[in-house]
């Protein structure tokens, strides 16, 4: 509180604090984690290779599979043209 027509000097006081820490040995310790996660990219990454490859194996398949239905519907449209020439003979030589 101020005291009219005293001057009191100032009491604040100031402390400051610093810290600093630096690794200066870790054992080797931050180039096995960075080896132990080179190894764990490598290991994803052929993992979604391989899981590329078998999916682009299934798409070759029903692709081919497709292919294979599709002839056999022709296949089948032809035979089914035969035997419907056929029965028409048949019947003509009946009549």
Do not use: C, W
Request: glycine share 6%; hydrophobic share 40%.
């Amino acid at each position: 509180m101020p005291i009219p027509g005293v001057k009191v000097a100032s009491k604040n006081q100031y402390k400051f604090y610093g810290e600093l820490n630096q690794t200066l040995y870790d054992g080797g310790n931050i180039r096995n984690q960075k080896g132990i996660q080179t190894a764990v990219s490598a290991i994803d990454e052929n993992k979604l290779n391989v899981d590329l490859f078998a999916m682009k194996d299934r798409v070759i398949q029903l692709f081919f599979g497709l292919l294979i239905l599709d002839e056999q519907l022709k296949q089948n449209s032809l035979l089914q043209s035969d035997i419907t020439a056929a029965l028409n003979e048949t019947s003509a030589s009946v009549k």
